[in-house]
């Protein structure tokens, strides 16, 4: 059986994502934990786009886990998106 590939995850940290909560999110090394964090490559990226879909309920700060974005993501949040997505 060969190495499970890592869950590739992208932190916006664009001016409107950074003020409302992405720099909060960079410190994931403080909040994950550390059985999920081995399983995820984590990057800051400058946009993911998401402030630009006016049909989005969502709010910033913005992440993308693989293929998919997610908006309104907070710590609590990302880790329980991270669990989910080390686990699959």
């Known amino acids: 059986m060969g190495k499970k590939e890592k869950v590739h995850v992208q932190?916006?940290?664009g001016t409107a994502c950074f003020v409302q909560g992405?720099?909060?999110?960079?410190?994931?090394?403080?909040?994950?934990d550390?059985?999920?964090?081995?399983?995820c490559e984590i990057e800051g990226v400058s946009c993911l786009g998401g402030c630009?879909?006016?049909?989005?309920?969502?709010?910033?700060p913005y992440v993308r886990i693989g293929e998919k974005v997610y908006g309104s993501?907070?710590?609590?949040?990302?880790?329980?998106l991270l669990a989910e997505a080390?686990?699959?």
């Open 11 to 13: 932190i916006c940290v």
């Open 22 to 32: 992405g720099a909060d999110l960079l410190l994931y090394n403080d909040f994950l």
């Open 34 to 39: 550390p059985a999920v964090l081995c399983s």
């Open 52 to 60: 630009k879909d006016a049909q989005s309920k969502d709010r910033p």
């Open 73 to 80: 993501v907070n710590q609590e949040k990302l880790c329980k």
């Open 86 to 88: 080390t686990r699959a």
